[in-house]
């Protein structure tokens, strides 16, 4: 299957015309679900919903038999019983159907009978050429078109668009299990591969180097299928664009874990570790790193430098990103003699790094002009590379200036920052983040991974920059 | 000082009388703020607004100086300018005040002048007597009592009466800071010792030792004034209740860093993360960790055991959980071959440590009782001392469900666990996680906490259960 954009899993994507195969039931059937999901969310490609119990669906035709429909289709989404599942896709080959995605599950991962069951899918695969994802899978989100393979119901309506693909060997990454709208992450793609029987991670890092909309990739890995073909695939990818890897099962137990959950096995978690270390991609260790990180690379250009300007409403808070800065290899900037006399002028409480803003702003009537000057001082610093922020939101700071202080700072400085807002109600705390996300600031559910980001941001920036014979 | 209970910082938390110096500005002024706090949250000891330029605040007569109070008076919160404050102090111990909370900041910790102040204070407590807190701080929170010295709006009317002393050298970590009522922690008491002029993190520690309402400390340390005294402080605390100690300054960088916010020196980390494991105190290395993993220990009992069950929805989850429990020392549980046959006979899929409960739920018309019935057959079994349990809330699964499938569960079972949410929406999942607490079972924003927190009650019963000679 040779792509419209070069690489080879558009249909999976991008496709013109889908046929459903799954239940119809009304409001509660997955294919039902399913349709109704790819409406809500606005695609526009031909649907032809097929099964032989149902005459139509949401207003559309529904066809006994794919071969009854008469236009051209390039991608099937089957969510039907495993023993009907190769006949199916047999049928979808014979067609000229491009690709398939295998929701149902229950075939490697059960073990027996639905074992030998995948080995007719791969037998069809690689007889027919149609590319098939899964078994065992949710399939994918496509933000930009709107186009779905998950047949479960949502519950929301958004998902802000932007550069970062969620990869993953889990559906519970998928846009049905989180909180996408109200986390608002800016999402090219997703896609969870489920049981592998053709297409894996090394076909998406293919597809997605070359996806203009992602900018970086991040991957939810429980084991690799070809080890070398894997390298090759992340160190090309990581060479262009920035790939983060949750690789777990790291521990025995965790691989045996795993391999009941996905029928893979189990390799020693330190070839990984040095694997991907090997391929520029960087390895990240919890969901709220997988989750998180991949938005400093998705808002932020690259780091000139690793030298770090820490500003925080409290002083606790700064100690702590202080000790997470030096962790995460990033160095903690000394600022220039002309920056430290301007702080001084700002307030007689301002010298050094971090900044502990609490004192200076109970001492002057106009703190949020105080807290702009500083920022905007400190990132003018040549010594200074990137920023990492941490800010009260709540009744004695508004969310309204907040924002509208970044939109002004914003025209006066251009370095990576990330941003951490504490206070007393969740619900400000992440109407400030998306807001300040608008803008295009990553902001962060814990402090440690706001600094955390900016260290990932650096190696990948020097690995980039190694790459490209620069220095930074 | 000697106090009612035994120790000696009673005035501090439970002061039958209050004098207070600050600005009465109606609305905005610090101590206008702290009494309406007071009130607010259901104070009902005696008042005294102390401010010359005042007759009267919120319907209470205010006095121009502390000696026309008539009756005694435990305490004074003093947030007025740093040069004002020593006379004030020292009108107090005239008085007989028994102990005062300096909120006012600019004393060790701007240094100069402001350290001279400070060295004042310390001389009218070693010749009066009176016990001080601060300066720089925001001083307490009683959630028994509603007593609070803190001259920030709060945003929230509802804090959660618990187990949990948080104890800290910054303010960040207090209730004008933080959602505490969106996050329901289970609070005893708040505690920010400041600069520590007099009261510290020993005298504390001895404190809450013997608090009724205490069941567990989280404390945040910058810096230990005085090492032997504190190790044998939290040697005996922890003899008695788990102690949680948040560390940081372990850069570094990150101790230059403390010592211009708290104007405290530098020890090397090392020697702070031998002396806490002597003790039998657990080290806890983020934010998170400092509010979440004591938790377990407000609302579980110990655990007999380190036999670990995970079910989850999500098989991905279930393979991260492993991960998580074996690093933090737990075992993954190998179930009895008579739970085996039970869990065989309710559904084909059920086998093994972690369960997956997403493919058998997919096959049943009734999937709470089949999850019910796993989740109890799993925590009946003699190989399990303790569970963590990774559940999806949202159109699926209704809170309603799930929270009177654990009220059953509760009547069956009592071994320790330990439960992350997650699901489509932020505010469902924080809705089900309250009401779950509610029952007395800890839940958590992030999965990894989740499980490191049976590792941390596991670790600590068994140096509780080594101290009582039994084996665990």
Sequence with gaps: MKSRNGSDLWAFFEPRSVAVFGSLKDGMGLGYVLIKNMLDFGFTGRLYPVNPSHNE????KAYPIVNEVADPVDLAVVITPPPTVPTIIEQCAQKGVKAAVIVSENFADA???????????VDITTRS????????????????????????????????????????????????????????????KMCDVGNKCDVNEVDLLNYLADDAETRV??????????????????RKFAARKPLLIFKPARSEAGARASASHTGSLAVNDRIYDTAIRQTGAIRVNTWQEYWDIPKVFAYQALSTGNRVAIISHSGGAGVVATDSAVESGLAIARYSDATLDKLAKLSPRLAGNPIDLGPPLSLTDDPMSLQEEVIATVLDDANVDCATIVLY???????????????????????PMTVWFYGTSLALVE??????????????????TAVKSLGALVRYSRFKSGLEGTTI
Tied chains: 1, 2.
């Excluded at 050429?129 to 519950?155: C, D, H, K, L, S």
């Excluded at 890995?221 to 390298?231: C, P």
């Excluded at 939101?393 to 370095?415: C, H, N």
């Design 57 to 60: 669906v949401l207003g559309m």
């Design 111 to 121: 073990g027996g009978e639905g074992a030998k069951l995948q080995q007719q899918l």
């Design 129 to 188: 050429g149609i590319r098939i994802m899964g078994p065992n899978t949710v399939g994918v989100f496509n933000a930009a078109n709107g186009f779905t393979t998950i047949p479960y119901p949502f519950g929301y309506d958004k998902i802000r668009r932007g550069g970062i693909a969620y990869c993953s060997q889990t559906g519970v990454v998928l846009p049905q299990c989180q909180p996408l709208e109200d986390r608002a992450f800016p999402i090219s």
């Design 217 to 234: 990739v991040a991957m939810h890995l429980e084991d690799v299928k070809d080890g070398r073909s894997f390298m090759d695939a992340a």
């Design 393 to 415: 939101v709540g009744t004695m700071a508004p969310i309204s200036y907040i924002v509208e202080m970044f939109d002004r700072l914003l025209k006066r400085v251009s370095k």
């Design 431 to 448: 109407e400030v983040s998306r807001q300040l996300e608008g803008l295009g600031v990553p902001t962060y559910t814990d402090q440690e």
